[in-house]
């Protein structure tokens, strides 16, 4: 959204910026570090640190800041209110208890999409038959995968777009003068070997997403990670969204994504095209 200049509050925006620069990478800031990563003075954002632990938004032990739980009552105001997450979540649910599969919606927001709706978490069956309640009361650990598949990715987490399923499919559905500014000096981060880095070689892939209306990405974003994802569009045809699934390396070598998962995801965006 543009607003005139006259409208621009800057102060909120510096405050903003000095709250967005806690992430999952940097959990704890002093205000030297808070500076760097909003792009303002030392002073200045010794002044935001201060004013937003006064208000409740950070905590501190006098040097460094971090975020309190008080953050979190706008996440639980948008998905209270929000219609996207609402309308998707009996179909996430849906789907996780047919399949055992992780699922989950995003949408873009910059340089990354963001989880707003997630299914429950369940182990996958290749482990159900070697993991149970006798495995938990030996205190084995689960492996890995059961790990990522039990808890995986939770609410408002953010992805880089370029390297996962459902932000590559959101960035094929952009406008080409968006998709265009979107690209503008803009550093594709390597994540994995399997990566692409290369502008050209992803705006490649993108088309072959818009043409096979959906999208496989291998590793990209984590080793050990394999996911799908389709389009979620509205009446208009406007892509508002992208549903995905995360699958097990066992079962992507036994082709559930082509035989069993893709048909499942098409057929629950084209259930939900009414609702959105």
Known sequence: MTIARADFIEGMA?????????????????????????????????????????????????????????????????????????????????????????????????????????????????WAADWDSSSLAAGLPAPASARLMAYGLHLGARLPAHASSTGRVLLASLPEPELAAWFEGRALARLTPYTVTDPGALRKIL????????????????????????????????????????LTPARLARGAIQRELLPLLQDAARELRALL
């Open 207 to 246: 088309e072959q997403i818009r043409q096979q209306d959906c999208c496989i990405a291998s590793e990209e974003h984590e080793i050990g990670v394999h996911a799908v994802a389709v389009p979620l569009r509205n009446l208009q045809g406007k892509t508002v969204g992208a549903l995905n699934a995360v």
């Open 14 to 126: 510096k405050g903003m910026a000095v709250l967005e620069s806690f992430d999952t990478e940097r959990q704890r800031l002093n205000a030297t570090q808070a500076a760097q990563r909003a792009g303002l003075t030392r002073a200045a954002a010794r002044r935001h640190l201060l004013t937003l632990a006064h208000l409740g938004y950070l905590e501190s032990d006098g040097s460094h800041f971090w975020l309190s739980a008080k953050v979190l009552r706008f996440s639980g105001s948008y998905l209270a209110s929000a219609r996207l997450p609402r309308t998707v979540q009996p179909t996430l649910n849906r789907l996780a208890a047919q399949t055992r599969d992780a699922y989950s919606v995003a949408v873009l927001e910059g340089d990354a999409v963001v989880i707003v709706a997630r299914s429950a978490a369940a182990l996958a069956p290749d």
